[in-house]
């Protein structure tokens, strides 16, 4: 589980295609300092396994699944990318739950420059995105400030923007969004009232 407070700001540094993915490097010596073969690490908010670690450097492997899926399909060396590590049960929650299990992409529309930003976001994601409810983008947890049908806006802080790949966005680029886990979790316990087909499943760490 991760909380969506990215600890670095990470690069791509290789990136192999494999008979059945993508094999993908990035540089990160934040959360390469303490990281093994085995630990979860979301990158750009999707939760990937390391299967080696040298130096400042971990890689991963990314299945067709993943690639399809999230934005990762377009990933190349020299791409910023933020990191987190898996939450250890002492630190402090930040943010909010959030599983690195991606429900879809979105595309990057605008930012003011008062950071107001907007989003727009796939049609099946609409009844999860509230106003003031939380977000992941690109694993990174925000409050949305205002939503419609099919965007989102929310209010970027100077040091996000500085911190994270959300300052370097250029409108048309996609996005990975994760809504709340606990609307989903709702709607299933709900499930039973509600007409038709509402259960809404995302990419996760083993599937992706």
């Given at each position: ?21 993508s094999r993908v490097t990035v ?111 690109d694993g990174i947890s925000l ?66």
């Amino acid at each position: 589980m991760f909380t969506g407070i990215v600890e670095e700001l990470g690069e791509v540094t290789r990136v192999r295609q494999e008979p059945h993915g993508s094999r993908v490097t990035v540089r990160g010596p934040v959360v390469t300092g303490d990281a093994k073969h085995g630990d979860s690490i979301a990158v750009n908010g999707v939760c990937l396994t390391v299967a080696e670690v040298s130096a400042d450097e971990f890689t991963v492997d990314v299945v067709p699944e993943t690639l399809e899926r999230t934005s990762l399909r377009g990933i190349e060396p020299g791409r910023r990318v933020n990191l987190e590590r898996a939450m250890a049960a002492s630190d402090r929650f930040g943010g909010h739950i959030v599983q690195g299990h991606v429900d879809g992409t979105g595309t990057f529309l605008s930012r003011d420059p008062d950071g107001l930003t907007q989003f727009a976001f796939p049609p099946e994601l609409a009844r999860y995105v509230v106003e003031k409810g939380s977000i992941a983008v690109d694993g990174i947890s925000l409050t949305v400030a205002g939503v419609t049908d099919e965007e989102l806006t929310v209010a970027l802080i100077p040091t996000t923007l500085r911190a994270t790949t959300l300052g370097r966005n250029e409108p048309g680029e996609a996005v990975n969004l994760e809504v709340d886990v606990l609307a989903k979790y709702v709607e299933r316990l709900a499930a039973v009232h509600l007409p038709g087909d509402t259960v809404g499943s995302g990419v996760g760490k083993e599937d992706a």
